[in-house]
């Protein structure tokens, strides 16, 4: 399992930061092998068809976030229903969307370092949201929401050594951190600028899925 997600973002052609630390560190396989998987260095790539284009980008965002192709595909279609309702930019609307999932905003104020090892942390129920148990990875956060860490989860290793790590790490701006009481209050909206998905186009996603 470990192998096939460094195996995603090699074939994708871009670092989608699935396992946390390794990602940064030189032993990244996308530093040491940045060709896709099953391919020799040299070998020639034919360039990607419109279709391939599309599929590309819906694969990438999909990664990132952590999710399956169906949920992927529910808040694609749910952001689609919206075209012509509203004033904002789908993409924006979209990554709006993903970036309030519980586990993400998890991952963004730092207490897990990739989105899969802090959905692991919601589903074991370690957080609340306003004062309210919430084991759902896809519990969308609002404005004004503050999620924290119960009190029986704190005095284990994990959230010990958290206290050290969030010293050095600056969450999004729409996200405020009491880094010494472990607490987090979702304080504005994300922005597509700040959020950098790693995507050339999220309109091609939006094409995927319209045909």
């Avoid at 990664?63 to 169906?70: A, G, H, M, V």
């Amino acid at each position: 399992m470990k192998k096939a997600k460094c195996k995603i973002c090699r074939r994708l052609g871009i670092k989608l930061f699935l396992k946390g630390e390794k990602c940064l560190s030189p032993k990244c396989p996308m530093i040491k092998r940045p060709y896709p998987p099953g391919e020799k260095r040299k070998r020639r790539i034919s360039p990607l068809s419109e279709y391939g284009k599309e599929m590309r980008e819906k694969q990438r965002l999909k990664k990132w976030y952590n999710l399956k192709e169906r949920q992927f595909k529910n808040y694609v279609k749910e952001v689609l229903q919206l075209r012509g309702k509203v004033e904002e930019d789908l993409g924006e609307v979209l990554i709006k969307k993903l970036e309030r999932r519980l586990d993400n905003v998890i991952y963004r104020a730092g207490f897990a370092t990739s989105r899969s090892q802090a959905r692991q942390l919601v589903v074991h129920s370690h957080f609340l949201v306003n004062k309210k148990h919430v084991k759902s990875p896809s519990f969308e956060v609002k404005k004004g929401d503050e999620i924290e860490v119960k009190e029986s989860s704190k005095n284990k290793n994990y959230f010990k050594n958290i206290v050290l790590r969030l010293k050095e790490y600056q969450p999004p701006s729409w996200i405020s951190v009491d880094k010494n009481n472990l607490k987090i209050k979702i304080i504005g909206e994300p922005s597509l600028e700040e959020t950098a998905p790693p995507v050339e186009s999220i309109s091609r996603i939006f094409e995927f899925y319209s045909k």
